[in-house]
Structures are given as C-alpha cells and as structure tokens.
C-alpha cells in the first residue's frame, strides 16, 4: 500500500465522516430555531408586520430542512452503518480464513496430526520445510504442494476480494497485513522443490527455493498470529 493510497483513503473517511456531521447539523440548528420561535417569546427579528414574516419563513425552512434531514439519515445514513457493518463482519471471516489457511501449512500439511508450532521458529520451520518431499503423496489425488498451491490461491483470492470490494473499511492494520502478504515471496514465486528422487549428486544441479519458500510462510504465520 503506497503513502498515496494510505492518503486516498484516509481523506474518502474523512469526507464521509463530514457528511454524517452534517446531517446531524441539518436537523439541530432548525431544531433550536423552532424551539425558539415556537415554545418561547423571544422574537431576534422583533415583533413588526417584516419580523413575523421572516419568522414564519425561518419556521418554514427549519421543518423542511428536518424534514430532508431526517430523510436522508434514514435513507443514507442507516443503510451506510448497516453495510458497514456486514462489511466488517465479512472482512473479520475472511481475514480468519487466511490465518487458517496459514495455520495449516505450519501446523498439519508439514507435519501431520503436529498440530503444534510451538516447537518451530523461523530457522527450524525452515529446517523442517526443506527436509520434506513436496512430491510426497498428501491425499485427495494431490502431492504436499498441490495442497500448498491449493491454499496459496485460496489466501490469493481472498486478499485480491478485500483489496478490490472492502478498502474502506480494512482498518489500518488490515491492510498493512493483506499488504504483507500479497508482497511476499511466498505468493510471487511458484515452488519448485528439491528433486528427493534423484542421486545427491544430482539435487544441487536443479534449482529450487523450498528453503526460501519456507522462510516465508513461517514469517506470513508469525505475521498472522498477531492480528
């Protein structure tokens, strides 16, 4: 996310908030006109033939002006607050499906039926991921990353749904951690294991990043563990 953007969207926030003061403001400053000239003596035109008709027109603009104000809280400014709202709540289940997608690469698709990661830091979880055969046979008719990339997409597609459709409403923090993910190593390069199948001699002439892969997911999960 770019300072430009972080600009962008901070100004449309404010905007917004502005319009929802203004509202307010259409309903109590006819309000108090009306309660002057209705319910007390106190005339600021005077009492002459022009002063009643200047009051009478204020009292005329004040009931139609709370009027439209109330129109448009209710019509704008209810239904705003309410997809806002249903916008959260969706951002807050997306979010968590990404930290559990995160989670399962660490926890189970390494190291089934693991289920800790209390034992691993960046180095070891690294250690871990390198050690394992990615062409391994994970089940589902998919190898270990098969699983991986199936995942991979999954968490893809749903930070590219919250960076297009929620921006206003990702909170600070939440774009910073969409943002780290969608700039990571982990979701802008493919994986290409070491060949465990052929002769040692032969591995290093293959290029992979398994290591580098697994630094980075360990990281994105550090990451997640935070939110």
């Known amino acids: 996310m770019t300072s430009y953007s972080m600009k962008k969207l901070q100004i449309m926030m404010l905007l917004k908030s502005l319009l929802h003061k203004r ?17 007390t003596a106190f005339r600021p035109f005077g009492y002459n033939r022009y002063a009643i008709n200047i009051n009478r ?11 439209s104000g109330l129109f448009y809280y209710v019509n704008v400014i209810v239904p705003s607050i309410w997809k806002k709202d249903m916008a959260c709540k969706h951002i807050h289940r ?41 062409y391994d046979d994970y089940g589902f008719q998919q190898n270990v990353k098969d699983r991986i990339e199936q995942r991979r997409k999954r968490i893809e597609a749903i930070c590219t749904d919250l960076m297009s459709n929620y921006m206003q409403e990702l909170t600070s923090n939440q774009i910073i951690f969409i943002d780290s993910i969608m700039t990571s190593y982990f979701m802008n390069n493919q994986i290409r294991p070491i060949e465990y199948s052929l002769p040692d001699y032969l591995k290093d002439k293959y ?3 398994q290591n580098e892969i697994g630094i980075s997911i360990f990281s994105l999960y550090s ?3 935070l939110q």
């Open 23 to 39: 509202a307010i403001a259409i309903i109590l400053i006819p309000g108090v006109s009306i309660f002057i000239l209705e319910f």
């Open 57 to 67: 027109l204020i009292l005329t603009l004040s009931y139609a002006l709370i009027g």
């Open 94 to 134: 997306q979010i968590k499906a990404i930290k559990e997608e995160l989670q399962l690469i660490v926890m189970f698709d390494i190291e089934p039926f693991c289920m800790s990661d209390k034992k691993y830091n960046t180095e070891t979880f690294a250690a871990k991921f390198r050690s394992i055969n990615l």
């Open 207 to 209: 290029s992979n990043n």
């Open 223 to 225: 990451i997640s563990t």
